[in-house]
């Protein structure tokens, strides 16, 4: 079992920038493929990002295509979600996720492990 810790949220401007950090401990990152995930109040949970075991394969919700870069460092057991040119409705608690299955998804209920979530909030 593997557990997960968010770390790097916070309140940012309109324009600016944030990295958030997913940090595992109970067992090598290397085993799973690991998603970023978000949920604004009042709204359904939404896939933002997900990278493949070794990185070479990502994929991106629409919505923060070319703004967010999903990256993450197995020897350091961390993955990351680089956000940048945020707008206020990338307002939400973003979670990383881990799935042990051998293919990479984006569907939440399919992934195994979760954080506890990180808040991200944009003001206008």
């Known amino acids: 079992q593997v557990q997960l810790v968010e770390s790097g949220g916070g309140l940012v401007q309109a324009g600016g920038s944030l990295r958030l950090s997913c940090a595992a401990s109970g067992h090598t990152l290397s085993s799973y493929n690991m998603g970023w995930f978000r949920q604004a109040p009042g709204k359904e949970r939404e896939t933002v990002a997900a990278?493949?075991?070794?990185?070479?394969?990502?994929t991106y919700a629409d919505s923060v295509k070319g703004r967010f870069t999903i990256s993450r460092d197995n020897a350091k057991n961390t993955v990351y979600l680089q956000m940048n040119s945020l707008k206020p409705e990338d307002t939400a608690v973003y979670y990383c996720?881990?799935?042990?299955?051998?293919?990479?998804?984006?569907?939440?209920?399919?992934?195994?492990?979760w954080g506890q979530g990180t808040q991200v909030t944009v003001s206008s």
């Open positions: 990278i493949s075991r070794l990185g070479r394969s990502t």
């Open positions: 996720a881990a799935d042990s299955g051998i293919m990479l998804v984006t569907e939440g209920p399919k992934y195994d492990y």
